[in-house]
């Protein structure tokens, strides 16, 4: 597993992977995003600071410290063929180191819908604390925060 900045050429691949049913599902709400729309995905992550997780040097998902009324939310998506193997994990990982050793945040927040139970299996394995829940466009959504130290 390898992170490396989002390049604008990232669009097509991120595109597929956005695409894919098991990814779409909660990520998206179930609709497959426009091209464009991904691009829109690929420039707001470029701006602040999101990362392509690569494989063998392929890109196989995003992870990102997305703003969020001031603070940081954890994001990330993998190609389901990646899925099961600890690579979100690791990414996810340096993705906070990066958050609470260069961006000195105190914390770093997660919302996750009710049904994604693979995304809060990763939320504690990564130490992150349930704080509540809220109501998502969709889903209900847990939210989550993982504090510095
Ligand atoms: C959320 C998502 C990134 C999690 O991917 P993942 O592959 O399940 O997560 P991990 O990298 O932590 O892998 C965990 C699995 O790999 C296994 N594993 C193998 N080696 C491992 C290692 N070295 N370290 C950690 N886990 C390892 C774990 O046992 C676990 O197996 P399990 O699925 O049977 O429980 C992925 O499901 C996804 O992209 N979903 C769609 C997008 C989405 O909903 N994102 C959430 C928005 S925040």
């Given at each position: 597993m390898e992170l490396r900045p989002i390049e604008p050429d990232d669009g097509e691949a991120l595109h597929a992977i956005f695409a894919e049913p098991e990814v779409r599902r909660f990520l998206f709400d179930d609709v497959a995003p426009a091209r464009d729309e991904t691009q829109r995905h690929l420039e707001a992550a470029r701006e602040h600071g999101g990362w392509a997780v690569c494989d063998d040097g392929e890109i196989v998902g995003l992870v990102s410290l997305r703003p969020a009324g001031g603070e940081r939310e954890l994001m990330i998506v993998l190609s389901r063929?990646?899925?099961?193997?600890g690579i979100a994990f690791a990414a996810a990982q340096a993705a906070m180191r990066h958050g609470f050793?260069?961006?000195?945040?105190e914390r770093i927040l997660a919302s996750v819908d009710l049904p994604n139970e693979r995304s809060h299996r990763l939320m504690r394995r990564l130490g992150f604390e349930v704080t509540g829940e809220s109501a998502g466009p969709k889903y209900r959504l847990r939210t989550y925060e993982k504090r510095a130290g």
């Open positions: 063929r990646c899925w099961g193997r050793d260069v961006l000195k945040l």
